[in-house]
């Protein structure tokens, strides 16, 4: 397979230094199309790679929450294009045969294959294998003519072409199916951008749909005729106040450790004079006029740091990794710490280094913050973590991994 790839990978470079211009356009048309058929090929090659690694933890074995972790990292994609990319890999290994010879054909594309293999489910489960084998005919035979979206449409009448005598009793059963998948593919993506803002992409269910037009709707009205925002920028602004309002109530869950809250760090000066900038706790940083709005409605709980930004003193020290100990690990760690994990605070547990069992103190040069996954890692693997000479946390690998043992830190938290 190595070589196949290679040799394929040569030709493909050899395409790309051919000078399209010198082509006539019948010539450059029929290029294009092969370009799509090899294209979706690759696909199917990378999909049954991808599957195969999944299948054997090869993620999970080196460290890696997931495998979309893992090939996050491995391949420099996004997380969310390395979860669809797991997700199309489980597809593919469960479509029909057919859907998977025309993927690999370079007859339909990967999108097309996830719709295929959606309607096909649906067509088995209300009218049986026959038909369903009929569908797989008909809906690759479409696929040639139609994108993905259009597909999905056509195929909710699928049944009027490979089952005509069942085809209203279906079309009950698909919009039950409907509701089902609506239920399971409920989601919010929250996508951090360069400059610190948010990007939110979602489904919601028809009832968290209701709920939360019910809460942002009578905020988004103009409060007046010189409110210049658009439309979107009233919805935005909406859902921060529904937020504050939140965390008001003082009733939201505690959040490892601490309750629901944000926090900012700041000089005195800064505060007091309203001068320079402060730091979020996810990195990034406030004007100090902002930070002023924010105090008048805040707990102010006074901390000393070091020349190199290590938290010295942070408030009264505690039995347990709570309260300001807490803070000052958010501080120092600014997440989980393990090598290539990108988990917030909020998400981390605090970890003795030296177990408490074996006499380790709860102290910050005793402490790290790791996320549930790579905190159950440590514990049941042969990695090991300590603290490097400027008081930050690396962990060692293991020797199967990594023989000569360099330590790792995670680059992903990193400020300076």
């Known amino acids: 397979m190595i070589d196949a790839l290679e040799q394929a990978e040569a030709a493909v470079a050899a395409c790309f230094e051919t000078a399209a211009w010198a082509a006539t356009e019948r010539d450059l048309v ?42 996050r990292d491995r391949l420099r994609l996004g997380v969310g294009a390395a979860r669809r990319l797991v997700e199309l890999a489980a597809t593919l290994d469960t479509a ?3 859907v998977r010879d025309a993927l690999a054909g370079g007859v339909v594309d990967v999108e097309q294959v996830r719709v295929i293999a959606a309607t096909v ?18 809906l690759v035979e479409w696929a040639a003519q139609f994108d993905a979206t259009l597909l999905r449409r056509l195929g909710t009448r699928i049944l009027d072409h490979v089952a005509p005598d069942v085809a209203q009793a279906a079309a009950e ?19 951090e951008q360069s400059d610190g803002r948010l990007r939110l992409a979602g489904i ?22 010189d409110d210049a925002r658009t439309p979107g920028q009233r919805r935005h602004d909406a859902l921060a106040d529904v937020c504050r309002l939140a965390l008001r109530t003082g009733e939201l869950p505690e959040n490892g450790g601490d309750l629901a ?10 505060l007091t004079r309203q001068l320079g900038t402060a730091a979020l706790d996810t990195g990034r940083h406030l004007s100090a006029e902002a930070v002023r709005r924010l105090a008048c409605d ?18 009264r020290q505690r039995r347990l990794i709570t309260g300001p100990l807490r803070r000052a690990l958010v501080l120092r760690d600014r997440g989980c710490a393990f090598p290539g994990c990108d988990r917030p605070p909020r998400w981390c547990d605090a970890h003795h280094i030296q177990h408490w069992a074996d006499g380790g103190s709860t102290s910050l040069t005793n402490a790290v913050l790791l996320c549930g996954h790579h905190h159950r890692h440590l514990h049941h693997s042969d990695w090991a973590v300590r603290l490097g000479d400027d008081g930050h946390p ?13 330590p790792r830190r995670n680059q992903y938290h990193r400020r300076r």
């Open 30 to 71: 029929a290029a294009l199309d092969a370009t799509h058929r090899l294209e979706q090929r690759l696909a199917a090659v990378k999909l049954t790679l991808v599957r195969e690694l999944d299948g054997r933890g090869t993620a999970t074995a080196q460290g890696a929450s997931s495998t979309a972790v893992w090939l």
């Open 96 to 98: 029909p045969p057919g």
């Open 121 to 138: 489910e649906t067509v088995h489960t209300a009218a049986g294998t026959e038909a369903a084998d009929k569908a797989v005919g008909v």
């Open 173 to 191: 059963a698909a919009l039950r199916a409907q509701e089902s998948r609506a239920a399971r593919d409920r989601h919010v993506t929250i996508s």
């Open 204 to 225: 919601l269910d028809t009832e968290a749909a209701a709920a939360l037009r019910a809460a942002i709707d009578p905020l988004t009205t103009p409060t007046g005729p």
């Open 261 to 270: 809250q944000v926090v900012v760090t700041t000089g005195y000066d800064e």
């Open 298 to 315: 805040a707990a102010i709980l006074p901390a000393v740091l070091g020349g190199a930004g290590q938290p010295l003193d942070i408030g």
């Open 394 to 406: 690396e962990f060692i690998p293991p020797a199967w991994l990594d023989p000569e043992q360099v």
